[in-house]
T-cell receptor, first 111, second 114 residues
Framework: KQEVTQIPAALSVPEGENLVLNCSFT??????LQWFRQDPGKGLTSLLL?????REQTSGRLNASLDKSSGRSTLYIAASQPGDSATYLC??????????FGTGTLLAVQP | SQTIHQWPATLVQPVGSPLSLECTVE??????LYWYRQAAGRGLQLLFY??????ISSEVPQNLSASRPQDRQFILSSKKLLLSDSGFYLC?????????????FGNGTRLTVT
């Protein structure tokens, strides 16, 4: 059974810092890994999707990497801003794009 | 562009009452549709997914059911709510047979069963 873990559960950083969020999964037989952002009381916004054959994806200040063999992914946020404060969730995708989610990392960027 | 709508945004219902949550998608055809639940302190749990009209797969045994009466409409129902049904319900869609298609979520329904 696939299990997804995110560390740390919460993180507080000063504005301008670069930071890394971690995601690990137990079964390497995945089709893709997706990173989402969730603002309080809202739905999820897709940030990046990495296909199983890819090593990384970039969007603006965000860079996500995938090491499928070791069951790990990282989300790197450069030059963090207070607007980046949210919960970040990773999820691994299998057949029919059913996603298994981690419990998220709550990020607070202090101005 | 594609949009997804969920309603209502919040709902307070007594134990034993029925439930109907609706989700519609615009701007795409034949999407995969999903219902997820997010309970306090827990990750998102997939409840149902659908690859076409009338085609529903249940992931977790429970007193909830789902239906897809039209291509872009997905409904989550219950005949009698339990306290444990409280949570944040999210509808999502992706491209049909798109194994590497991002999942797009609605804004969710906050359900409190009292």
């Amino acid at each position: 059974k696939q299990e997804v873990t995110q560390i740390p559960a919460a993180l507080s950083v000063p504005e301008g810092e670069n930071l890394v969020l971690n995601c690990s999964f137990t079964d390497s037989a995945i089709y893709n890994l997706q990173w989402f952002r969730q603002d309080p009381g809202k739905g999820l916004t897709s940030l990046l999707l990495i296909q199983s054959s890819q090593r990384e994806q970039t969007s603006g200040r965000l860079n996500a990497s995938l090491d499928k063999s070791s069951g790990r992914s990282t989300l790197y946020i450069a030059a963090s801003q207070p607007g980046d404060s949210a919960t970040y969730l990773c999820a691994v995708g299998g057949a029919t794009n059913k996603l298994i989610f981690g419990t998220g990392t709550l990020l607070a960027v202090q101005p | 562009s594609q949009t997804i709508h969920q309603w209502p945004a919040t709902l307070v219902q007594p134990v034993g009452s029925p439930l109907s949550l609706e989700c519609t998608v615009e701007g795409t055809s034949n999407p995969n549709l999903y219902w997820y639940r997010q309970a306090a302190g827990r990750g998102l749990q997939l409840l149902f997914y659908s690859v076409g009209i009338g085609q529903i797969s249940s992931e977790v045994p429970q007193n909830l059911s789902a239906s897809r009466p039209q291509d872009r409409q997905f409904i989550l129902s219950s005949k009698k709510l339990l306290l444990s049904d409280s949570g944040f319900y999210l509808c999502a869609w992706s491209v049909l047979r798109g194994r590497n298609s991002p999942l797009h979520f609605g804004n969710g329904t906050r359900l409190t069963v009292t």
